[in-house]
């Protein structure tokens, strides 16, 4: 029996059942559904709507199923259409009429309204200490790199000399965004929508903050409608996610191109890196492949919560429903996949010799010797042509550019000790630049400021069941 039979007179058709049924996948939600549920029943009981025996035997059976549900000794019945059915037909199995008391004052609207935004701050705590992790991994690697450099890229064509510490903290600085955004995600869905209803509340004398409250929920909703149809929050974790995978397929991809013998700039651990079934000589850089492919699935899921909800009048319609597998897969993906890419950048290892090498091609340092220039009064586009004239005339005449620096009057021998990637790392001493006191200076804030998050994540509601 459907807890809507009474209303029709024929039972709902086999294909009507397995078409619209959701138990599938909201089963996954079901600590979050006897959590609400145990709210629920005290919020009944302070408004007397349950006495003391009924109330304490209705967390009994909810107990009783939690424990059913934990030990996978739960049996779900083909006519359990969701979680929140299923968990209310065992409670009713259990202990009779009481536990058809249940849903007094509920409705399903914001029920999984409710579980969906339990699941939400338990999923948004998991993966902000995944971030966490890594931003604080970055940051170890970084130092651990010290003044080592590497060539830097615009149109993946060779530009100028940088400290490895800047290039990895470029992506850590990324990702400290990512979780300021979760953070801030966080702080909007901390709303209970239980008591909204079906939609417009309820005559029974329920109050929407005790139970808000009872939740660790910041507040209570205040418009019931918006109550049972805002998915925002689900929105916003999906965006949160897509971008956050973005950043770490732009990484990915990097760690593609780095790895090949062509660049041979990074080395994977073998612990972190796959074989080939045929090639025996193969080494594949899996994680950070998957990585980036695993972005389509994040756009997709966020891209289709969106046009699901484009077309929705107010207040509950069923295709909200379409709004679960999108968000647990997206949530599942990122939270192995911080682990997985964390591990393989941990354990990366740097070539440093061919890093420097590539970071030292005379011509990386052509700007330096306009700026060299420009100190000594020359006006910007005058300089530019000097080097730009003297790269052309190293390249045609093969020359070394270090030669023609020194022969060059506005030049000399001073300006010949800048064609090295060491001298312009340390002479860029301009705030935020690519140099290694900017790295130094950059390291500390961004520890300061990883502290502060950590602080933060940790305040996260994220027990599942009290
Ligand atoms: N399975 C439904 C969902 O995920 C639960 C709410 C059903 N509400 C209803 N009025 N049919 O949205």
């Given amino acids: 029996m459907t807890l809507w039979q009474s209303r029709l007179s024929a039972p709902p058709a086999d294909a009507l059942l397995a078409f619209t049924e959701s138990l599938s996948f909201d089963q996954k939600l079901w600590r979050f559904d006897i959590q609400g549920s145990r709210a629920h029943v005290h919020g009944l009981t302070r408004a007397k709507l349950l006495d003391e025996e009924e109330s304490a035997?209705?967390?009994?059976?909810?107990?009783?199923?939690?424990?059913?549900?934990?030990?996978?000794?739960?049996?779900?019945?083909?006519?359990?259409?969701?979680?929140?059915?299923?968990?209310?037909?065992?409670?009713?199995?259990?202990?009779?009429?009481?536990?058809?008391?249940?849903?007094?004052?509920?409705?399903?609207n914001d029920q999984i309204a409710l579980d969906l935004r339990l699941y939400a701050r338990s999923a948004i705590s998991a993966i902000s200490h995944g971030v966490v992790e890594f931003l604080s991994m970055i940051a170890d690697v970084a130092e651990a790199a010290g003044d080592a450099v590497m060539p830097g890229y615009t149109h993946t064509q060779r530009a100028q000399p940088v400290p490895i510490g800047h290039y990895l903290l470029a992506h850590g600085w990324a990702m400290r965004r990512d979780l300021d955004r979760l953070l801030a995600a966080y702080g909007r869905m901390d709303v209970s929508p239980l008591g909204a209803g079906a939609l417009a509340g309820t005559t029974l004398a329920i109050d929407p903050e005790f139970t808000?409250?009872?939740?660790?929920?910041?507040?209570?909703?205040?418009?019931?409608?918006?109550?049972?149809?805002?998915?925002?929050?689900?929105?916003?974790?999906?965006?949160?996610?897509?971008?956050?995978?973005?950043?770490?397929?732009?990484?990915?991809?990097?760690?593609?191109?780095?790895?090949?013998?062509?660049?041979?700039?990074?080395?994977?651990?073998?612990?972190?890196?796959?074989?080939?079934?045929?090639?025996?000589?193969?080494?594949?850089?899996?994680?950070?492949?998957?990585?980036?492919?695993?972005?389509?699935?994040?756009?997709?899921?966020?891209?289709?919560?969106?046009?699901?909800?484009?077309?929705?009048?107010?207040?509950?319609?069923?295709?909200?429903?379409?709004?679960?597998?999108?968000?647990?897969?997206?949530?599942?993906?990122?939270?192995?996949?911080?682990?997985?890419?964390?591990?393989?950048?941990s354990t990366m290892t740097f070539d440093y010799e061919r890093l420097r090498q590539a970071a030292s091609s005379e011509y990386l340092q052509a700007i330096d010797i306009a700026e060299y220039l420009v100190t000594n009064g020359v006006p910007f586009r005058r300089a530019h042509g000097v080097a730009a004239g003297l790269v052309r005339d190293s390249l045609e005449r093969r020359v070394p550019l270090r030669e023609l620096v020194g022969a060059h009057p506005q030049l000399g021998e001073e300006a010949m000790s800048l064609i090295e990637a060491d001298a312009a790392v340390r002479r860029r001493s301009a705030a935020g630049g690519a140099s290694i006191d900017s790295v130094v200076a950059q390291l500390k804030r961004y520890r300061q400021e990883l502290h502060d998050l950590r602080g933060l994540v940790a305040t996260l509601n994220t027990n599942p069941v009290e």
């Fill in 57 to 108: 035997s209705l967390l009994e059976a909810l107990d009783s199923v939690y424990s059913e549900l934990e030990t996978g000794n739960f049996r779900f019945l083909p006519s359990d259409e969701d979680i929140h059915t299923a968990v209310e037909r065992r409670v009713t199995e259990l202990i009779g009429d009481v536990g058809a008391k249940l849903h007094s004052g509920r409705s399903r």
């Fill in 212 to 345: 808000a409250n009872e939740l660790g929920f910041a507040t209570a909703f205040l418009n019931s409608f918006d109550a049972v149809s805002d998915r925002d929050f689900i929105v916003e974790i999906l965006f949160n996610i897509a971008l956050l995978g973005v950043h770490l397929s732009r990484f990915a991809e990097e760690i593609v191109m780095f790895t090949t013998e062509e660049f041979g700039f990074f080395r994977l651990d073998d612990a972190y890196s796959t074989g080939s079934s045929m090639l025996p000589q193969k080494k594949n850089p899996d994680i950070a492949e998957l990585a980036r492919g695993k972005t389509g699935r994040y756009v997709g899921n966020l891209v289709s919560l969106l046009v699901t909800l484009k077309g929705t009048p107010l207040t509950y319609n069923r295709d909200l429903q379409e709004d679960k597998e999108p968000l647990f897969d997206s949530v599942e993906q990122m939270t192995r996949e911080l682990v997985a890419f964390q591990g393989m950048v």
